[in-house]
């Protein structure tokens, strides 16, 4: 069980275009989801928390705007990155919590490289 | 704000070694995780300690949640190739209503044959 999962898991886009990732909770329902971007052979940066039904909640430093996020049901969350350029290259990662265990206990999705050209 | 102090950054083992690393913070955690992330995979939940002092175990994986809630070990024993990866610490964020976490910046670890 928790198993998240992600799509695409690498995309390349041209400067300038907007490219959406989607996060899915397969077997059990998330009411919060987590964005997380990653730079090689760094830590996990937390960019937003996803709630369902509700506004997204970003931390300092990350544009809205920018990076639009949507959950619109239990089991998935999206994050768009708006007019795309070659800085916003990175991994992007996203997780959930299980409502049935400790909401501490993140799982992860498997990820998504982005690359922008 | 919090902060998580990993160490070491990088270990470079044989296999067959035992492996050990830490994590401590400056301020008190209620919760320790334990994740690993192979390359361009997403972290994987390996080990969640709740209490000061608990030991747990998940195969050749031990690790401790320290009596004084601001620290953390991992060992691994008898090292294999594919124990291969990055391997972080996280803990909730202090006062957090929505359980987001903080993490160490890892451990990378590489295991020769």
């Known amino acids: 069980g928790a198993v998240v999962s992600q799509h695409p898991s690498r995309v390349i886009c041209k400067s300038g275009t907007s490219v959406k990732i989607e996060c899915r909770s397969l077997d059990f329902q998330a009411t919060t989801m987590f964005w997380y971007r990653q730079f090689p052979k760094k830590s996990l940066m937390l960019m937003a928390t996803?709630?369902?039904?509700?506004?997204?909640?970003?931390e300092q430093g990350v544009e809205k705007d920018k990076f639009l996020i949507n959950h619109a049901s239990l089991t998935l969350s999206t994050l768009t990155v708006t007019s795309a350029h070659p800085e916003d290259s990175s991994f992007y990662i996203c997780?959930?919590?299980?409502?049935?265990?400790?909401?501490?206990?993140?799982?992860f999705g498997p990820g998504t490289r982005l690359t922008v050209l | 704000g919090q902060q998580l102090n990993q160490s070491p950054q990088s270990m470079f083992i044989q296999e067959g070694e035992d492996v050990s690393m830490n994590c401590t913070s400056s301020?008190?955690?209620?919760?320790w995780l334990w994740y690993k992330q192979e390359p361009g995979e997403g972290p994987v939940l390996l080990i969640a300690?709740?209490?000061?002092?608990e030991l747990t175990s998940n195969g050749r994986l031990t690790a401790q949640f320290g009596i004084t809630r601001k620290d953390s070990f991992l060992n691994i024993s008898a090292s294999i190739p594919s124990d291969v990866g990055i391997y972080f610490c996280?803990?909730?964020?202090?006062?957090?209503?929505?359980?987001?976490?903080?993490f160490g910046k890892g451990t990378l670890l590489t295991v020769n044959p």
């Open positions: 301020s008190i955690f209620n919760t």
């Open positions: 997780s959930a919590s299980p409502p049935a265990g400790d909401y501490n206990e993140q799982f």
């Open positions: 996280a803990g909730p964020y202090s006062g957090g209503s929505n359980y987001k976490l903080t």
């Open positions: 300690l709740y209490k000061a002092g």
């Open positions: 996803s709630n369902e039904g509700s506004k997204a909640t970003y």
